[in-house]
């Protein structure tokens, strides 16, 4: 019986210890703010210490009151971003071929800004219109160098506001949204590539269409038929072969909603 008495005494000290010691590995918890992609905002919630890491490289979280990696958005301490307006849409060009966006390196082609205050797309918010490329390989390499010369612009224009929204227009699912001015513009990212457009209302003519094909190389394309000085417009030739160089010349990216 004494013998009994000790095994269970030192197995019961043997569970305590077990016990502390997955206790100690557990991490306290940790607020970071939370990209909410199907919303286009960010959100705070407490996650594992074990977790965090893993938000912070796969999720786009970000901690409260700091900055993204490419420094486009800082937060505040409640997750709201600080000193600037949301970019719902971007297309640009990838300057420094790194597949994320670098507002100290990369060249914005167009976007949308969250400007009213409803979180996500909405009628209200506005696009902003800036530069394209003028052909495949625009910018040198590496990107501190000369800067970009082959640039068009689409001139002195004024943001445009969104007038209506068409969220089953665009072959990627992204909405087609159109302006005040009745053109029609659509950010577009999926398997097949990247593409910024403007058509007019009919859909019948296309006043920038601006395609990277990752399907295939020879379906790319630069065609801009409006603009301001210097430039008025391009029709790029399609490449005639396949070039890894071609691969940057138009990224867009977005947690874009109707």
């Known amino acids: 019986m004494r013998t009994l008495i000790c ?8 569970c305590i210890l077990g016990a502390g010691q ?33 938000h912070l490289a796969n999720h786009g ?24 307006t949301p970019v719902l849409a971007r297309a640009y060009i990838d300057k420094n071929r790194n597949g994320v966006y670098d507002s100290s390196v990369d060249l914005e082609i167009a976007k949308v800004l969250d400007t009213d205050t409803i979180a996500g797309l909405s009628v209200g918010d506005t ?10 390989d625009p910018c040198p390499v590496p990107p501190s160098a000369d800067p970009c010369t082959d640039i068009g612009f689409f001139g002195p224009l004024l943001p445009l506001e969104v007038f209506s929204i068409d969220p089953g227009s ?12 009745g053109a029609t513009y659509t950010w577009e990212h999926s398997l097949s590539g990247s593409r ?30 409006m603009g301001g000085e210097p430039n008025a417009g391009v029709t790029a030739p399609n490449p005639s072969s ?16 109707p």
């Open 196 to 225: 910024f457009r403007i058509t007019d209302i009919s859909q019948s003519t296309a006043f920038a269409d601006i395609i990277d094909s990752t399907v295939a190389e020879v379906l790319d394309l630069v065609s801009v038929s």
């Open 7 to 14: 095994f269970g005494a030192a197995f019961v000290g043997v």
């Open 61 to 84: 979280d970000i901690f409260p009151g700091e900055s993204n990696g490419a420094g486009s958005i800082t937060l505040d301490a409640e997750c709201l971003a600080v000193g600037s």
């Open 242 to 257: 396949d070039s890894p160089e071609d691969d940057y010349f138009i990224n867009v990216e977005f947690p874009l909603v």
């Open 127 to 136: 696009i902003e219109l800036s530069q394209y490329p003028m052909n495949y």
């Open 22 to 54: 997955v206790e100690a590995a557990k991490q306290p918890k940790v607020e970071i703010c939370h990209l909410d992609a199907d919303e286009g905002v960010f959100k705070k919630i407490s996650v594992s210490g074990n977790a965090v890491q893993n």
């Open 170 to 181: 665009s072959m990627s699912g992204s909405p087609m949204i159109v302006s005040s001015t």
